[in-house]
């Protein structure tokens, strides 16, 4: 590498710094969190309380409770029926570009990589919403590289203004920006923001992502609380379990949720639970130590913790985890899926996928595995204020 | 015994138990409707704004709709989901719901009386949910609602009516229908809310949570008729001690 790192914990320019409150809480509870100390009992006492602390939420995701599945999985079970009933929302990720300043060493849209860069233009988002819309989906989440220069605030924004003809909701997962700029967007149609933190372990953190804006780990860490601020409904939360330690990452990802949601009692809580996947040009990729068994433990570790949040499963898994995933813990689900550029409707594909996706299906298939599972399909239960 | 009829807002209903439908499987809805015999069910105006599968194609004719404001954090946005809820065709009943707490969805009392002033002067039906709490409950009547909704306890908790003296001085005190909403979580909680001269229950969680949905309908359908007719009956005292006869009085007599 020629370029210099620069570093990772000092704000560039116009990054808005909110101060840090949360984020040294976040740190020092990670750091003081040993996965390795708790025992089955103290698995067993944390399932048998009504409310779950920060302390019981250690023990759930420690190794100790992993033997112990079966009786963390009924739980987490009674909690999602508890508050959401037999719900299961449906929605789609609509990747409009793929250009991306930053250098992560585990993404496919890193800017070293060389895939087929592309960003449909708004007629081809608006061919694209219209396709999916078709499928009968009413809740989209608009994606993009990190790119300020390739794909502007305004740009996201005329695509949530085009998302507001066919959809109810309208989530994004984009680059981090300042609280101004979540306004605009909010006012454009958005209102629910997820940025993945990847891992909270900063030194870790400073290793993967090398350049770009991405590379500055205190302002990607207050994304969430600078959405709410300028007027977000809800936040989504994750670490990219398998970078690095993932109880740790898991952990540290509930602890940042929780505060904030004191912090922001009215704000919608989100979780989302990527594994890594391979990659173009890196078939290697694997998530170590993260296995369907831990995977599922993580989710269920959130449900329990934090109740009334809603849970996501990706298509990096594959149709048998997730159907599972959805009676035990899971409330949100993805269906056809396409993680590369245009694709949905004519257009014809120019760009490449982000990662590689384990489930397929399309939406009446999703939809119809949900319904054989006794569950309702939601496609929205949403009104924009 | 005369027809026992419960009267919202001008009114007349048979059945005093007010179902809700947020969370099963819409195909269970009809059969829980029937076996309940409930007259109202509540639904989420948020979940009436689907185009597909939507609740109110499964919901029986003849039922009345009380479409509830959930989402709604204070009372400019509540008043905006009831208009809209009006503009859908879903009547003039609503239920206020405005939460400012994403973890234990209680009501925010405050915002909940504005609200209730305004859609009251719109003609709505305005049945409010709130935190029992006999101020509250004076200033709502004083704004037009036609009845009071206060929590038994945290939505979705199934724990009974932990609020019990507080709703006890809404009947004693308040000359409006008194539902007892969220909480209830078996027959038997439905069955004491009635005992005590709650005009109503209404219960979500805890038959769509049951194994046999149908079946749990009915078993509060019979709950709410046992509370309602001992409550009508007038209930025999119940004591804690057993009495002695005039051990500290009889020497008056002497």
């Given at each position: 590498m020629s370029e210099a790192r620069i570093d990772h914990m000092t704000y560039l320019p116009d990054m808005e710094n909110i101060g840090s409150e949360i984020q040294d809480k976040v740190i020092a509870a990670m750091e003081s969190y040993?996965?390795?100390?708790?025992t089955a009992e103290d698995v067993r006492t944390a399932l048998e309380k009504d409310v779950i602390t920060p302390e019981d939420y250690g023990a759930l995701l420690s190794p100790a409770a992993t033997p112990l599945m079966e009786e963390i999985a009924q739980r987490a079970q009674a909690e999602t029926r508890k508050h959401f009933g037999n719900s299961i929302q449906l929605f789609t990720p609509l990747y409009i570009a793929n250009y991306c300043e930053n250098y992560c060493i585990y993404c496919g849209f890193n800017c070293h990589n060389k895939i087929h860069r592309a960003k449909l233009d708004y007629s081809e988002i608006e061919k694209e919403m219209q396709a999916i819309s078709s499928t009968g989906l009413e809740e989209v989440l608009i994606l993009t590289g990190e790119s300020r220069k390739m794909s502007d605030v305004e740009y996201i924004g005329e695509a949530c203004r085009i998302a507001k003809k066919y959809f109810k909701v309208t989530g994004l997962e984009v680059y981090p920006m300042n609280t101004d700029e979540y306004r605009y967007l909010h006012e454009c149609g958005a209102d629910y923001v997820t940025v993945f933190?990847?891992?909270?372990n900063s030194d870790k953190y400073e290793t993967l992502h090398?350049?770009?804006?991405?590379?500055i780990f205190p302002y990607r860490f207050n994304a969430q609380e600078r959405a709410i601020r300028g007027g977000m409904r809800g936040v989504g939360f994750a670490a990219l379990l398998g970078l690095s330690d993932f109880r740790k990452d898991a952990f540290a990802t509930g602890i940042h949720a929780y505060l904030i949601q004191q912090k922001y009692p009215h704000a919608d809580i989100a979780f989302s639970c990527p594994r890594l996947r391979p990659i173009i040009n890196n078939d290697k990729i694997n998530p170590k130590d993260v296995h369907e068994t831990q995977l599922l433990q993580v989710m269920c570790a959130y449900r329990i913790f934090m109740p009334f949040a809603s849970l996501t499963i990706s298509t990096r898994e594959c149709a048998r985890f997730r159907d599972n995933s959805i009676k035990i813990a899971a409330t949100k689900i993805s269906a056809g899926v396409d993680v590369g550029i245009g694709g949905h409707g004519d257009n014809e594909r120019k760009g490449d996928e982000q990662f590689e996706i384990s489930d397929g299906r399309n939406v009446k298939e999703v939809y119809d595995a949900i319904k054989a599972q006794g569950l309702q399909p939601v496609m929205s239960e949403y009104i924009y204020l | 015994m005369e027809k026992d009829k419960l009267i919202i807002g001008g009114h007349e209903f048979d059945s005093r138990f007010i179902l809700g439908s947020g969370k099963y499987s819409l195909d269970l809805i009809k059969a829980a409707v029937e076996n309940a015999g409930a007259q109202i069910i509540t639904l989420a105006l948020r979940r009436a704004n689907?185009?597909?599968?939507?609740?109110l194609d499964y919901i029986p004719k003849g039922v009345t709709l009380l479409p509830n404001t959930s989402g709604a954090r204070n009372a400019e946005e509540a008043v905006r989901i009831a208009r809209l809820s009006r503009e859908l065709g879903c009547g003039d009943f609503v239920k206020i719901e405005i939460m400012?707490?994403?973890?234990?969805?209680?009501?925010?009392n405050y915002e909940t009386i504005k609200a209730t002033e305004i859609l009251a002067k719109e003609g709505f039906v305005v049945m409010p949910y709130m935190y029992p709490d006999l101020n509250v409950a004076r200033d709502l009547k004083n704004a037009g609602a036609a009845t009071i909704m206060p929590l038994?306890?945290?939505?979705?908790?199934?724990?009974?009516?932990?609020?019990k003296e507080f709703i006890k001085i809404l009947i004693e005190e308040i000359d409006l229908p008194i539902i007892v909403d969220a909480g209830i979580g078996k027959p038997s909680h439905a069955c004491e809310a009635m005992e005590m001269g709650a005009a109503a229950v209404m219960a979500n969680t805890a038959i769509a949570t049951a194994g046999d949905i149908p079946a749990m309908a009915e078993a509060f359908k019979k709950a709410i008729e046992a509370g309602r007719t001992a409550y009508l009956s007038g209930m025999g005292r119940v004591r804690d001690r057993a009495s002695a006869s005039s051990p500290l009085t009889g020497f008056l007599r002497d």
């Open positions: 040993d996965p390795e100390k708790y933190q990847e891992t909270y090398l350049a770009g804006h991405k590379r | 689907s185009d597909v599968d939507n609740i400012r707490d994403s973890k234990y969805l209680l009501p925010e038994g306890a945290p939505i979705g908790t199934n724990k009974g009516i932990v609020t």
